[in-house]
């Protein structure tokens, strides 16, 4: 049975992330004043903070592992606060070469961070403001085959859309996803409310 006081810092968080959506899309003129209440009532009384995510590939091994498993996402209209990403979590971000694909990555570093080039001929660069390195957990990878920042470079904190929270590769084998300390305690109550598994495995892959 889920707590009062679980519920209480559920439902901040659907306040929050209410507030920072109708930020976002006011910031960008696609609603208007008027258009807040509506807003408010679709995400936090209608809305979800989480949504399910099909992923294909080894680049996450052995945290998400499998041809084809399904993940549990916390959405994140902004990687800043309220809704804000670290170090160590495993994000959802928009494809740096491809807007229309979503990666799963690992965020390695943010804004102000010195990265060193695994060739002696690069000089080290500074992370810019915005900007992050993103990588795969899969170590048995070449940089090509994992696809990640040290192939296309930096990306936007703008380009996380989402922050994973569980991933289910059948009925009988599931696991949370390890993120940073700050983010695993954020997410506590919302992956106490909204997950289950149950749902989850009705969307498996291997069931369509």
Known sequence: MISFLTWCRYLRHKLEYSVSTILK????????????????WKNFFLGRLTYLHWNKGEEMAPTIAGKEVTLLVRKLPTANLPTRVSVGDVVVLKDPENQDNYLI??????EGHEMASTDEKDEPFVLESDECWVLADNENLKPKEAND????????????VGRV???????????PVQNSQDSTKMDSPVLEVELDVEEMSKFCPDKH
């Open 25 to 40: 899309n006011y910031e960008r003129g696609q609603i208007t004043t008027g258009d807040a209440s509506d807003v408010i």
């Open 105 to 110: 990555r690992r965020l390695a570093a943010t």
């Open 149 to 160: 920042s040290r192939i296309f470079g930096p990306v936007q904190m703008s380009d996380i």
């Open 165 to 175: 929270l569980y991933c289910l590769r059948s009925a009988a084998d599931h696991c």
